[in-house]
């Protein structure tokens, strides 16, 4: 993903709110089969992470995005911004850049 993806997909993701919020339990696979079933219904999503939560938030983005074939979009606070292409693509990427 490039930076200028990136930027646009965050821009996007400013006015949703979280779909999920990750609380003491970590990442249980039932919570990452939530978040499959979101990506289900849209592309980019947003999940919240409780103070409670013991894991470095990073991690838990890179093994959320590696356990539902998404990428991190980006960390902000303690939210996870992850995007997964739909097999419908509503949201368009902007072209990748020439030299």
Known sequence: MTNKNRAYLTKLAVDIDPVL???????????????????????LIKIGLQKTVTEDIN???????????????????????????????????PEKETA
């Open 59 to 93: 991690e838990v983005a890179e093994k959320l995005a590696s356990r539902t074939h998404s990428q991190v979009v980006r960390v902000i606070g303690r939210k996870i911004i992850l995007y997964k292409k739909g097999k419908k693509p509503k949201i368009e990427l």
């Open 21 to 43: 919020i990750l609380g003491k339990e970590n990442l249980t696979p039932e919570f990452t089969e939530e978040v499959i079933n979101a990506f289900n219904k849209k592309e």
